[in-house]
């Protein structure tokens, strides 16, 4: 994906908006959203079996990937049998 593909942080204030109105109420309750979220990422990273693909989850980040939105498509292909 080129960069002018990537929509810029000046594009999405109001998406800015709702995830830091979001991490502030949850905040007040004691919880750090964001935190949490990166430690999940990281579970599921070191849940990857193979040194491998630990390694594609950490190249898909650096390229721009969402590591929580790679995190949640994991867990899906995991528990996927189990949906049906």
Same mark, same amino acid.
């Given at each position: 994906?080129?960069? $002018?593909?990537?929509?810029?942080?000046?594009? @999405?204030?109001?998406?800015?908006? @709702?995830?830091?109105?979001?991490? #502030?109420?949850?905040?007040?309750?004691?919880?750090?959203?964001?935190?949490?979220? $990166? #430690? @999940? =990422? =990281?579970?599921? #990273?070191?849940? +990857?079996? !193979?040194?491998?693909?630990?390694?594609?989850?950490?190249?898909?980040?650096?390229?721009?990937?969402?590591? +929580?939105?790679?995190?949640?498509?994991?867990?899906? +292909?995991?528990? !996927?049998?189990?949906?049906?």
């Amino acid at each position: 994906m080129s960069t $002018a593909e990537k929509p810029q942080i000046e594009e @999405l204030a109001d998406e800015l908006s @709702l995830w830091n109105g979001y991490r #502030e109420v949850y905040r007040a309750k004691g919880l750090d959203i964001a935190q949490l979220y $990166a #430690e @999940l =990422a =990281a579970e599921q #990273e070191q849940k +990857l079996r !193979s040194p491998g693909a630990r390694e594609d989850f950490a190249e898909l980040c650096k390229d721009g990937c969402l590591p +929580l939105a790679l995190a949640a498509l994991i867990t899906l +292909l995991r528990y !996927s049998p189990l949906l049906i």
